[in-house]
């Protein structure tokens, strides 16, 4: 990364690292407006969803890096429709607990 | 501040964070496609740490060819070089005497060796009448398409420089081999601790001299050439006994033009590469008081190249004839020392190439010629080994079709083999998980996406017009377009 | 009553249409064989016919140098004519092409991966013979054997042999996948299954992504029907669920009036249920955009005029299809893809409804038999 300089690639990180903090402090916060009861496995597939998803873009433009434009895109339009259908499914899994919740 | 707003803040501070880390990682990702530094090899180092790729896990004992017969050496006539040369100086004379022979004379009138080899493959002579008469077009074209291609050109000549003519370094042997091959050894002589701290010294020095890639062999006499020694000409020769040992050593091609293959690719720059290493590494180890000989391209060989490279455990045979390497792919070319050093060999290695290559067969499909066999498996034998066919005169073919000055190349077949590839996150990941799936489902996996995402033009499309449309295989790399620096 | 007439009008003059761009098409005449043949030689050679499909090749001395056979394939849109260079001991030299009427991403994907270059220095019997071969090119495999087939006619008839004509129907599973989805398709309708209506239409819906989708990537697309009522067929040999399929959907339209293909069969409709069934989708209310409605009709009907006209099927091809079951389609297309993929998971079928031309076509055997019944009644 940033190849004429060794100070913006630590930087970069650390930045990144905050906005994952962020990130993840709003999404707690936001969940617990929701109604939505997180335990250790939901967590664990929203994290997943997110690394995954995190990876798959990050793969794509690794293509797009390298000048094959094409590739590129599919890469991320093909996991990342599934990413998409994947992501409905979560989210409606984790509202159909939370009516649950409030029901009972 | 109120605690609804708070929340708020927070709420909408996440979804942003959540966005430019997603923004973020797609920029990581393409500073990691897009870094210079991601090319395997071209000097970059000098300690080695080209060949990164740890090769413990895949060492075998017996190198991954397949015997089938008896092994037979190769005769001069075989080389396409040496056979084209022979039959071009019969059929264009110098000065004003007339040719000794013409394709109207027919095969019988060729002499002995020519004779046989025209005649054991049928279709080969017209190829070569059909090569020339394409090479006469290319050079006729070369006009239309020199400003476009101007740098590129250059840039290869400037490669050539040191492999031609007198100042050509390595010099060419001009003894035999008992002489020759011994002429400068240093009277002073240490014995290596061990044939192991010899290996692992040569190596290094290898590695500081520029070479992405070495490996040691033991001689095999069947990748021996027969019937002709350089510094003796055209006899037959038992291999020298002090050819103990082979020193083997890779560097690539410029990865950018490489990709830009045919018209702005060149062989040179590696040629030449190699031949300031095996140069080098042969004075040094007469430095160290034994013999060597150093056998370079374009044709500066007594040995076959490829074969002995899989010896010395850098790769292996690809479906296009070319040494495939973890780390530079099928973007790899080799020279070689032999010594009578006393060098410990490395051990060949199995990374599953030819599995992959019986289903991926994407240069058959991309060869410019329809050079390479499209066939499953590796199943013709030539000279005792299993392996697919080339047809090499139909390349040769298309040497002298595709839109350079002259007939200096095409290696599209490096080009859009998809091991050769950078070396970043996405590529590491197939290269070291592909060799250690054994149900080959990862391979398929790689190889569907390599073909539907991937964009490749087809064989046809790199022939200059009518035929194609002097497409390339990747873009040309900026510094290579003439119309960016020259007023054209 | 109004109703009855205005569907009648519409049955006639949608078939008018048709039939004359149909006719339109088949009067434009198709270039001359002599000239296409011409067009592969190289400046000084002569041809010199033997008959229909063989001709000599002189070279520019005037000398017999070898012969040139053509013939025809049945590819998948149409017949195509190929060409064969060959030396005088009947060496194939080169391959090409002359015309074809398939999907130009799927015959480029063979001219590409040097399909035709495999040939070179097969020996024309050997190849008749079937002693030599050439492997078909995944995902072209009509194609691949329509200029295998036309190469060996060529050959035979231009050496006036005996043709071995082949003609052995085979059905295999895909066609009995075919019927399957059919019958269960009947079932769902029957009252009786009503009970177990929800489970036969998952299990459908599954197999047709799977093998209709999936394996076999032959969806019921618009050049099918344009083929087929142009009266060609492909080569019943290999591909019999091909034409199972439309055949099977249309009766079915045509009898119960039901669209059983559509609802069950389809293998991107089936796509959409699911996506749908993930993401709760709500249905659309169709009334409100039935403008819409009528501009997917009309795109469908230009489709048909005008590769009609144009006398190529192929020309008629925008589904999604291709791009979902594998990923062959214009940038055009993968984005009309990505989107009715997203959209599905919250209306129910966004595509069938708002997009597909095979809707069209449906819609338009309903209306005729409507109208038909009509008549009858009165
Ligand atoms: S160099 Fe070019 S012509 Fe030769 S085999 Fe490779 S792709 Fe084919
Ligand atoms: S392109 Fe494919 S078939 Fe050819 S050498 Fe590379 S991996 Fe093997």
Not at chain 2, 8 to 35: N, Q, V
Not at chain 3, 99 to 108: A, G, L, Q, R, V
Request: aromatic share 12%; hydrophobic share 45%.
């Amino acid at each position: 990364m940033f190849s004429n300089s060794n100070i913006l690639g630590p930087l970069f990180w650390i930045i990144m690292g905050v906005l994952y903090m962020v990130f993840i402090t709003g999404l707690v916060v936001w969940l617990k407006d929701l109604n939505i009861k997180m335990n250790w496995w939901k967590w664990s597939l929203v994290l997943l969803w997110f690394i995954l998803l995190s990876i798959i873009i990050a793969g794509g433009f690794t293509l797009i890096g390298e000048n094959e434009m094409r590739a590129g895109l599919l890469f991320i339009a093909v996991p990342g429709a599934v990413m998409i259908v994947a992501g409905v499914a979560l989210s409606r899994f984790l509202f159909r607990n939370r009516h649950e919740k409030q029901n009972n | 501040m109120n605690k609804i707003d708070r929340r708020k803040f927070i709420k909408s501070a996440g979804l942003a964070g959540g966005a430019l880390s997603l923004a973020g990682a797609a920029g990581a990702g393409y500073s990691a496609g897009a870094d210079k530094d991601s090319y395997t090899g071209y000097g970059r180092t000098n300690y080695g740490e080209d060949q990164f790729f740890n090769r413990k896990p895949f060492i075998v004992d017996n190198p991954t060819y397949v015997k089938k017969g008896e092994p037979v050496r190769i005769t001069a006539v075989e080389d396409i070089f040496k056979r084209n040369g022979m039959l071009s100086r019969l059929m264009f004379s110098r000065g004003d005497i007339e040719p000794a022979w013409k394709p109207a004379d027919g095969i019988d009138a060729l002499p002995g060796q020519l004779r046989d080899y025209y005649k054991a493959n049928p279709g080969a002579l017209e190829e070569f009448i059909k090569a020339m008469e394409k090479g006469r077009a290319q050079r006729a074209n070369w006009e239309k398409y020199r400003d476009k291609y101007f740098i590129a050109d250059a840039w290869s000549t400037a490669h050539s420089s040191p492999i031609r003519g007198r100042g050509a370094f390595p010099a060419e042997p001009r003894d035999r081999p008992e002489k020759s091959d011994f002429r400068g050894v240093n009277k002073v002589k240490l014995e290596p601790k061990s044939p192991s701290h010899a290996s692992e010294l040569i190596k290094k020095i290898c590695y500081s001299f520029g070479a992405s890639l070495a490996g040691i062999a033991k001689v095999k006499k069947e990748w021996v050439y027969q019937g002709s020694l350089r510094g003796v000409g055209r006899e037959d020769y038992e291999v020298p006994s002090h050819w103990k040992y082979a020193i083997v050593i890779a560097v690539p091609h410029e990865w950018d033009s490489m990709y830009a293959n045919p018209t702005y690719g060149t062989s040179y720059d590696a040629y030449s590469k190699l031949r300031f290493i095996a140069g080098k590494m042969e004075v040094f180890v007469k430095e160290l008081g034994y013999s060597s000989r150093p056998h370079v391209p374009p044709t500066s060989y007594d040995l076959v190249m490829p074969p002995l490279a899989i010896d010395a455990g850098l790769g292996e045979q690809g479906r296009n004839g070319i040494l495939i390497t973890p780390e530079l792919g099928a973007n790899t070319r080799l020279a070689a020392v032999t010594t009578d050093m006393p060098l410990e060999p490395d051990k060949p290695i199995d990374i599953g190439v030819s599995r992959f290559c019986e289903k991926c067969k994407i240069c058959a499909e991309e060869c410019p010629g329809g050079a390479i066999d499209f066939s499953d498996k590796a199943e013709t034998v030539v000279r005792g080994y299993k392996r697919w066919k080339i047809d090499q005169n139909k390349c040769f073919t298309i040497w002298n079709s595709v839109a350079t000055s002259h007939a200096r190349g095409c290696r599209v077949c490096l080009s859009v083999c998809p091991y050769s590839r950078k070396n970043n996150w996405v590529h590491s990941f197939a290269r070291e998980v592909d060799p250690r799936d054994p149900t080959g489902l990862v391979a398929s996996g790689l190889l569907a996406m390599q073909k539907k995402f991937f964009n490749y033009p087809g064989g046809q499309e790199y022939l200059p017009p009518p035929d194609g449309n002097n497409r390339t295989f990747g873009e040309a790399p900026e510094w290579m377009k003439t119309d960016e620096w020259f007023k054209i | 009553m109004k109703n009855k007439i205005i569907d009648s009008i519409i049955v006639l003059s949608v078939g008018f249409v048709v039939i004359i761009a149909a006719v339109t098409g088949k009067i434009i005449a198709e270039k001359d064989d002599l000239k296409l043949i011409g067009s592969i030689l190289k400046p000084g050679e002569e041809l010199q016919a033997v008959n229909n499909n063989k001709h000599i090749l002189f070279d520019e001395r005037g000398e017999a140098y070898g012969f040139i056979y053509s013939g025809e394939g049945r590819g998948y849109n149409g017949k195509l004519r190929v060409a064969a260079v060959s030396d005088t001991t009947e060496v194939i030299k080169s391959v090409q092409v002359l015309t074809n009427k398939e999907t130009p991403s799927f015959i480029n994907r063979l001219f590409r991966r040097n399909f035709l270059a495999r040939f070179e220095g097969i020996r024309f019997s050997e190849l008749a013979a079937g002693d030599k071969s050439v492997d078909a090119v995944a995902g072209a495999t009509i194609t691949s054997s329509a200029i295998k087939e036309a190469l060996i006619l060529g050959f035979t008839a231009g050496e006036g042999l005996q043709q071995n004509n082949n003609f052995n129907i085979s059905a295999g599973w895909p066609e009995l996948m075919v019927l399957l989805l059919f019958l269960i398709s009947a079932l769902i309708s029957v009252k009786k299954f009503s009970a177990a209506r929800k489970y036969l239409l998952w299990a459908s819906w599954t197999l047709s992504v799977i093998f209709l989708g999936f394996v076999l990537g032959q969806p019921l697309t618009l050049p099918r029907f344009i083929t087929l009522f142009t009266g060609y067929l492909p080569d019943p040999g290999g591909e019999l669920y091909i034409l199972l399929i439309p055949v099977l959907a249309v009766g079915f339209i045509l009898i119960s009036g039901k669209n059983n293909y559509c609802r069950s069969v389809c293998p991107f409709g089936a796509t959409q249920e699911i996506l749908g069934a993930i993401g709760n989708a709500s249905h659309m209310r169709l009334k409100r955009f039935r403008l819409v409605k009528y501009i997917q009709w009309g795109i469908t009907l230009l489709a048909v005029v005008l590769a009609l006209v144009m006398n190529n099927p192929s020309v008629a091809e925008y589904s999604v299809f291709g791009a979902f079951f594998q990923l062959t389609g214009t940038a055009l297309i993968f984005i009309l893809l990505l989107l009715s993929i997203i959209m599905s998971l919250f209306f129910r079928r966004p595509w069938c409804n708002y997009l597909c031309p095979v809707d069209g076509v449906m819609a338009y055997f309903r209306t005729m038999r409507r109208a038909v019944i009509s008549i009858f009644k009165r």
